[in-house]
């Protein structure tokens, strides 16, 4: 990986998620430091929680990243109503184009051509339209939502090719070991509830064509709404963004915001 890229991704991603947790009321704000860290010289402070555990595994979350990047083309941070357990927010960084170089003299090439101040200006502009946009969406209530890292890969098999004694001298090796043994697979799906009623569902899959009831119009899959952000596009340094958020036609997906109404009237 070009050596500016993987110098000020790191301090890109801790600045992403941060910024998530802060304004989607993750956790309180209360226990984030909004004095001390000014990534990437925007004009106010960003917002870094003070718990050294959460802190812990979000720098080895992005180590990890860092690591098996060659195999990862989407990395998502998914806000979930804790009340019903969706994804009701999708926070979405896609390397899909991202450039890996496997030769060295490409790499090197690579490295003379892109400017350490490219990169970071790159960086800058994707945090500063991330940070306008989170500041104007509507607010979650306290004590909602939590949240999870969903990461898409290629040809990456966890845990696999490892031997069974590993010794001292082996750090490295143990470390990777580890990051690997933490990863959860999960099985591909539209990251959407079903809806749908089970009766229903197991007609359609017997193959039996049935008209839906005009009751039943409540259980239509819900739709996604999707938010472009500025990214990071100098080649080979490409990296798009956007948001995913859940909408129901019936409104539902508004049960872990607060209520527009009641705040306009206070």
């Given at each position: 990986?070009n050596?500016?890229?993987?110098?000020?991704?790191?301090?890109?991603l801790?600045?992403?998620?941060?910024?998530?947790?802060?304004?989607?009321n993750?956790y309180?704000?209360?226990?984030?430091?909004?004095?001390?860290?000014?990534?990437?010289?925007?004009?106010?402070h960003?917002?870094?929680?003070?718990?050294?555990?959460?802190?812990?595994?979000?720098e080895?979350?992005?180590?990890?990243?860092?690591?098996?990047?060659?195999?990862?083309?989407?990395?998502?941070?998914?806000?979930?109503?804790?009340?019903n357990d969706?994804?009701?927010?999708?926070?979405?960084?896609d390397?899909?184009?991202?450039?890996h170089?496997?030769?060295?003299?490409?790499?090197?090439?690579?490295?003379?051509?892109?400017?350490?101040?490219?990169?970071f200006?790159?960086?800058?502009?994707?945090?500063?339209?991330?940070?306008?946009?989170?500041?104007k969406?509507d607010s979650?209530?306290?004590?909602?939502?939590?949240?999870?890292?969903?990461?898409?890969?290629?040809?990456?098999?966890?845990?696999?090719?490892?031997?069974?004694t590993i010794?001292?001298?082996?750090?490295?090796?143990?470390?990777?070991?580890?990051?690997?043994t933490?990863?959860?697979k999960?099985?591909?799906?539209?990251?959407?509830?079903?809806?749908?009623?089970?009766?229903?569902?197991?007609?359609?899959?017997?193959?039996i064509?049935v008209?839906?009831?005009?009751?039943?119009?409540q259980f239509?899959?819900?739709?996604?709404r999707?938010?472009?952000?500025?990214?990071?596009?100098?080649n080979?340094?490409?990296?798009?963004?956007?948001?995913?958020?859940?909408?129901?036609?019936?409104g539902?997906?508004?049960?872990?915001?607060?209520?527009?109404?009641?705040?306009?009237?206070?």
């Amino acid at each position: 990986m070009n050596k500016w890229i993987k110098k000020w991704l790191q301090v890109y991603l801790k600045c992403f998620i941060n910024l998530i947790l802060y304004y989607r009321n993750v956790y309180p704000k209360t226990t984030f430091d909004l004095t001390t860290f000014q990534g990437f010289n925007l004009p106010q402070h960003l917002p870094i929680n003070r718990n050294d555990t959460l802190q812990n595994y979000i720098e080895e979350l992005i180590s990890d990243i860092i690591g098996k990047l060659n195999h990862i083309y989407r990395v998502g941070i998914c806000i979930m109503n804790i009340k019903n357990d969706y994804c009701i927010e999708k926070y979405v960084l896609d390397f899909g184009e991202f450039k890996h170089y496997t030769d060295k003299s490409e790499e090197e090439n690579s490295t003379s051509l892109l400017r350490e101040t490219d990169v970071f200006d790159e960086f800058r502009s994707s945090l500063n339209s991330l940070q306008s946009k989170l500041e104007k969406m509507d607010s979650i209530k306290d004590e909602y939502v939590t949240f999870e890292v969903v990461i898409n890969t290629l040809e990456m098999n966890l845990g696999h090719g490892v031997v069974d004694t590993i010794t001292n001298e082996e750090v490295d090796q143990t470390l990777q070991f580890e990051r690997d043994t933490n990863w959860t697979k999960m099985k591909e799906d539209d990251n959407l509830p079903n809806l749908r009623p089970k009766e229903l569902s197991m007609l359609e899959d017997d193959g039996i064509i049935v008209s839906q009831p005009e009751h039943l119009s409540q259980f239509q899959k819900p739709k996604i709404r999707i938010t472009s952000l500025i990214g990071c596009d100098i080649n080979p340094f490409i990296i798009h963004n956007y948001i995913e958020r859940l909408i129901f036609h019936d409104g539902s997906s508004e049960s872990a915001y607060v209520d527009q109404s009641i705040v306009s009237s206070l």
